[in-house]
C-alpha cells in the first residue's frame, strides 16, 4: 500500500482529501471550517500533482497542501462566516397543547432551584419562565405554562 502512495502521490491526496470531506460532512455536519479547507486543499493538492503543475514528490506535496490550506482558508473564512451570521435562528415553537395549561406547585421553585410536576404519567422539570420578573414561586401556587421543551414546562405564577 505505501508502494502504490509512493509511486501514486496524488492518489494519496485525494484520498486524504475525500475523508477529510467525508468527516465534515457526516461527523460534524459542516460545523467547522478547518477540516473542510484541510480537505478542499488536500484535493487541490492532488490534482496539481495529476495535472503536472507540482512534482510528484512528498516536500513539494506537503508544502502545497500548506499554502493550498492557507489560501482557501482565506479565501473562505469571510463567506462562510458571513453565511453563517445571516443564517436565522428559528424561533421557539410556543404552539404546544400544553401552553396555558394550569397546575398547582408541589414545592417551591426558583430560578436558580427547579422543580417537578408528575403529568400524563410523566415526570417534568419546572422552571420559571424566563421572560418572569419574579424569582420564587411558592408551594400551593397555580402556574400557567408558557413555554415547553423536552421534559420541561417554563411557567409563571397563574393571576
Not at 22 to 35: H, M, P, R, Y
Not at 120 to 139: M, Q
Amino acid at each position: 500500500m505505501i508502494e502504490f502512495f509512493n509511486n501514486n502521490i496524488y492518489s494519496f491526496w485525494f484520498a486524504v482529501g475525500f475523508l477529510l470531506l467525508i468527516i465534515e460532512a457526516l461527523a460534524l455536519g459542516f460545523s467547522t471550517g478547518f477540516v473542510l479547507f484541510l480537505g478542499l486543499a488536500a484535493l487541490m493538492t492532488g490534482g496539481a500533482i495529476w495535472f503536472g503543475l507540482v512534482p510528484a514528490t512528498w516536500l513539494a506535496s506537503i508544502a502545497t497542501f500548506a499554502v493550498c490550506s492557507v489560501l482557501i482558508s482565506v479565501l473562505l473564512w469571510k463567506p462562510l462566516k458571513r453565511i453563517q451570521h445571516n443564517s436565522k435562528v428559528p424561533e421557539k415553537d410556543n404552539t404546544s397543547d400544553l401552553v396555558g395549561m394550569k397546575f398547582r406547585l408541589d414545592a417551591d421553585i426558583s430560578t436558580t432551584a427547579p422543580g417537578t410536576t408528575r403529568y400524563s404519567g410523566i415526570e417534568w422539570k419546572v422552571e420559571i419562565d424566563f421572560n418572569s420578573e419574579v424569582k420564587e414561586i411558592s408551594a400551593g401556587t397555580i402556574v400557567v405554562v408558557v413555554s415547553v421543551d423536552a421534559g420541561k414546562f417554563r411557567v409563571v405564577a397563574a393571576g
